[in-house]
């Protein structure tokens, strides 16, 4: 098997606030799944007894795990330490007469060989089950200092290997303490071992877990982080600290909070969730999992999910800004055999236990095409209907599917591939379909492919969706039309995608979260409707507007001339390249032009513009908007609000007409900038009575001129003169 498991790229992980980036500054998710085995009394990973260890790794991507979390005991890394009678030797001969050490060495290498990262997690010190009986990260056979002498010997070990990203130091350290600097005291401990392994291993995150109790507050052992506030932990490298609760429903422990009314997102958000919510750093769930089998259980469970996925407060709508990822988390557990939890798989090891699946669809990345599946070979006259869950259907060039409905139905299934190299119409619906209950479908459109639709030319329902277009994708109402309600759905495109009607809407978006990605040509409008939608078009060109609808949006441009409007919402909007026009809307959005001759428009609330290197034009709306020309000759227009304008270099010209506000222009410089109030008709003796001086500031009364308002130089040190001034 090829391998694709993560979907970050390769090289170490950082950390800048709540986010977790990859080598290039992308934010990503950690999404893990515990095998856990290695720390227990056979010191292997559970279920060799069963089945083919690479055969579940496999598997593990295939679902769409990014990563291993992988319990172990001090007393496995030990080179005396043998594998108990854990193995079908039959099922895995390459681990015959291995150390457990040496199988970790295994699992790391095919790891790396699949995509899989993996996370090392010091769950006890001696082999057993569960964390140390004493609740802290030494006991009597295994002191702290051998702790961290283990930890130096691994990153050594394992510091440059491509498939280990982080060290999880200690295993729900129950007993410990948060701060005092005393010998229970898990803060300074943890720092001490973090900054060992960092440096030996300087790439590695140090993933770092709660308490059992705080101040009185007992929570989850692991989850309690309440701490953190007054004491954080610092190492001494920056961009590596993940703090790492554990939270469980009340089927592990019937926990006060799940029957005295508590609202579950407060609970999370006061032990743990603060520091993502609040910045301080990211957050991966090191444990959570269930059976399922209650409706208190499930009742956390989808509240964890969508708090995880960054909805705080419950109402269905995600709390994060474009670009951003949710938090990062490892599920517990691979195995079945967990006595609390059970696992994603049944009790056989073979299959999948589809709760659980079905629970974690919304985090997990199975958007990977495989072709194979159903070929169609030759020409057909009726579309194709996907009857089942995770088919896969693959076009041949030169074929062609027609039907006089839907071309290809992909109904309300999940899981399908459809790789598209010929072509696919459906006369009068749409060439491609996704059902409003669709999960996790993927169309690939090849070069040679086309869809053709009489309304649309594919149509995207349901959510985590993914289009990725190289051919041709075009319908009489719209090229690709967004209907999820929920989730979010993805558009790639490097080919072309039009409209064939009388409009002139290319992409038609949703009322959900929209994700455009645009590295090709479509010609026409984008209009991305509601949600937090994202628009990137470095690399492509569109013959239209780029709508961003009633969301929070982010739109960024091309190398091209960009036309771009957020509409209501706090948008931002970047031009990139080209000579751009960016229009702000209701919302308090930011405008940045970048290269070329840019124009940029504020809306009607208080927007932020900034025009970049060239010669550009930027508008004050009805707001009080900031203006900041950049390094060209800008000429910059106050509104009605009161302004904040600054030149920024260049030969700047500050243009007012009509009634305005109290404007502020920050940086005139005499001689250079102008200040254009054609548009008053005033003399110059007019002129000369209006101009004034205050403090360190020259004034313009701009109500004298027939305006409304005061004009402020700011820092000028003396009054205007006619010189200043187009008039």
């Given at each position: ?15 800048s ?8 500054g992308?934010?990503v998710e ?5 095998w ?6 056979i010191?292997v990973?559970h ?5 083919n260890w ?12 990014n990563?291993?979390r ?8 030990d ?15 390459d681990?015959q007469?291995?150390?457990p050490?040496?199988?970790i060495?295994e699992i ?7 995509g ?10 001696g ?5 140390n009986?004493?609740?802290l990260w030494y006991?009597?056979?295994y ?5 961290i ?11 440059d ?5 982080g060290a999880?130091?200690h ?5 410990g ?10 803060a300074?401990?943890?720092?001490a ?7 030996v291993?300087?790439?590695w995150?140090?993933?770092i877990e709660g ?6 507050d007992?929570?989850?052992w ?5 701490g953190?506030?007054d ?10 600290l993940?703090y ?8 592990v422990f019937?926990?006060p909070w799940f029957s005295?009314?508590?609202?579950l997102?407060?609970?999370?958000r006061?032990?743990w969730?603060f ?8 957050i ?5 999992g269930?059976?399922?089998e209650?409706a208190a259980?499930?009742?956390w ?7 995880l996925e960054?909805?705080?407060?419950g109402?269905g709508?995600p709390?994060?800004g ?6 990062s988390f ?10 609390d939890t ?12 589809q709760?659980?699946?079905e629970?974690?669809?919304?985090m997990?990345d199975s ?17 194709v ?10 076009t041949?060039p ?7 409905g ?8 999940d899981?399908g591939?459809?790789?598209l190299?010929?072509s696919?119409?459906?006369t009068?619906g ?6 409003r209950?669709s999960?996790?479908?993927?169309l ?11 309304e649309s030319?594919?149509?995207?329902g ?20 967004f209907?999820?309600t929920?989730g979010?759905n993805?558009?790639q495109?490097?080919g072309t995608?039009f409209?064939t009607?009388?409009?002139?809407v290319?992409?038609q ?7 455009v990605?645009n590295?090709?040509t479509?010609i026409?409008?984008l ?8 628009y990137?078009?470095?690399g492509?060109?569109?013959n ?5 609808g ?6 960024t ?15 931002r909007l970047?031009?990139?390249?080209g000579?751009?026009r960016?229009?702000?809307g209701g ?11 840019d124009?940029?428009q504020a809306?009607g609330?208080?927007d932020?513009l900034?025009?970049?290197?060239g010669?550009?034009m930027?508008?004050?709306?009805a707001g009080a ?5 950049g390094?060209g000759?800008d ?8 302004d904040g304008?600054f030149g ?6 500050f ?7 109290a404007d502020v ?5 005499q001689d ?7 548009s008053?008709?005033?003399t110059?003796t007019?002129l000369?009575s209006?101009i ?6 020259a ?6 001129l027939g ?11 003396g009054?205007?003169?006619?010189g200043?001034f187009?008039?």
């Amino acid at each position: 098997m090829s391998g694709d498991g993560a979907d970050f790229a390769d090289g170490p992980l950082s950390t800048s606030g709540n986010q977790i980036l990859d080598v290039n500054g992308d934010a990503v998710e950690i999404r893990a799944v515990n095998w856990f085995g290695l720390e227990s009394d056979i010191m292997v990973p559970h279920g060799l007894w069963a089945r083919n260890w690479q055969d579940m790794m496999n598997e593990m991507v295939d679902v769409g795990f990014n990563t291993i979390r992988l319990p172990f005991s001090h007393e496995a890394i030990d080179a005396a330490s043998r594998p108990g009678n854990g193995v079908d030797y039959g099922q895995n001969p390459d681990l015959q007469g291995l150390t457990p050490l040496q199988i970790i060495d295994e699992i790391l290498d095919y790891a790396d060989e699949i995509g899989l990262r993996v996370i090392l997690d010091h769950h006890r010190s001696g082999q057993g089950a569960g964390p140390n009986d004493n609740g802290l990260w030494y006991t009597d056979a295994y002191s702290e200092a051998d702790w961290i002498e283990m930890w130096e010997f691994l990153a050594a070990r394992y510091g440059d290997h491509p498939a280990v990203i982080g060290a999880d130091l200690h295993n729900e350290p129950h007993s410990g303490v948060w701060g005092g600097g005393g010998a229970n005291d898990w803060a300074r401990a943890a720092e001490a071992a973090g900054n060992a392994v960092l440096a030996v291993a300087a790439d590695w995150l140090i993933i770092i877990e709660g308490v059992g109790s705080y101040q009185g507050d007992s929570y989850w052992w692991g989850g309690q982080l309440e701490g953190v506030r007054d004491r954080p932990i610092e190492l001494d490298v920056a961009g590596r600290l993940v703090y790492s609760p554990h939270d469980y429903p009340a089927s592990v422990f019937d926990q006060p909070w799940f029957s005295d009314g508590s609202d579950l997102f407060e609970v999370f958000r006061e032990h743990w969730g603060f520091i993502y919510e609040e910045g301080i750093a990211p957050i991966l769930i090191g444990e959570f999992g269930s059976r399922l089998e209650t409706a208190a259980d499930r009742a956390w469970a989808e509240a964890i999910v969508a708090y995880l996925e960054g909805d705080f407060d419950g109402d269905g709508t995600p709390d994060i800004g474009a670009g951003e990822a949710g938090m990062s988390f490892a599920w517990w557990s691979w195995n079945p055999n967990s006595g609390d939890t059970g696992g994603i798989l049944n009790d056989g090891w073979t299959t999948l236990r589809q709760n659980a699946i079905e629970l974690l669809e919304p985090m997990l990345d199975s958007l990977d095409v495989i072709l194979g599946g159903a070929q169609i070979t030759g020409d057909l006259t009726e579309g194709v209907v996907v009857s089942g869950n995770n088919e896969d259907w693959v076009t041949l060039p030169g074929t062609s599917v027609t039907d006089s409905g839907i071309g290809f139905d992909f109904g309300d299934f999940d899981g399908g591939a459809y790789a598209l190299g010929g072509s696919v119409t459906g006369t009068a619906g749409a060439g491609v379909a996704f059902g409003r209950l669709s999960y996790g479908n993927v169309l690939t459109v090849a070069t040679t492919g086309v869809a053709f639709g009489g309304e649309s030319g594919v149509v995207i329902g349901g959510r985590n969706n993914l289009v990725d277009n190289a051919g041709s994708i075009s319908g009489g109402s719209a090229g690709v039309e967004f209907v999820a309600t929920r989730g979010q759905n993805v558009l790639q495109n490097s080919g072309t995608i039009f409209e064939t009607g009388s409009g002139s809407v290319a992409v038609q978006g949703s009322g959900n979260r929209d994700v455009v990605e645009n590295a090709g040509t479509i010609i026409g409008d984008l209009r991305l409707a509601g949600g937090n939608d994202v628009y990137r078009g470095e690399g492509g060109s569109v013959n239209g507007v780029v709508y961003g609808g009633n969301g929070d949006d982010g739109l960024t441009g091309g190398d091209g001339v960009d036309r771009l409007n957020g509409g209501n919402g706090a948008d931002r909007l970047r031009g990139f390249g080209g000579d751009d026009r960016l229009v702000g809307g209701g919302g308090g959005d930011a405008l940045i032009g970048d290269g070329g001759a840019d124009r940029l428009q504020a809306g009607g609330g208080s927007d932020d513009l900034n025009g970049g290197a060239g010669a550009d034009m930027l508008f004050g709306g009805a707001g009080a908007d900031t203006l900041r020309g950049g390094a060209g000759d800008d000429i910059i227009v106050g509104g009605a609000g009161a302004d904040g304008m600054f030149g920024n270099g260049g030969a700047d010209v500050f243009r007012f007409a009509g009634a305005t506000g109290a404007d502020v222009i920050g940086d005139f410089r005499q001689d250079i900038d102008l200040i254009d109030i054609r548009s008053f008709g005033v003399t110059a003796t007019a002129l000369e009575s209006a101009i004034g001086v205050s403090g360190d500031d020259a004034t313009v009364d701009l109500t004298a001129l027939g305006g409304e308002g005061l004009l402020t130089v700011s820092g000028r040190g003396g009054a205007l003169d006619a010189g200043d001034f187009l008039f």
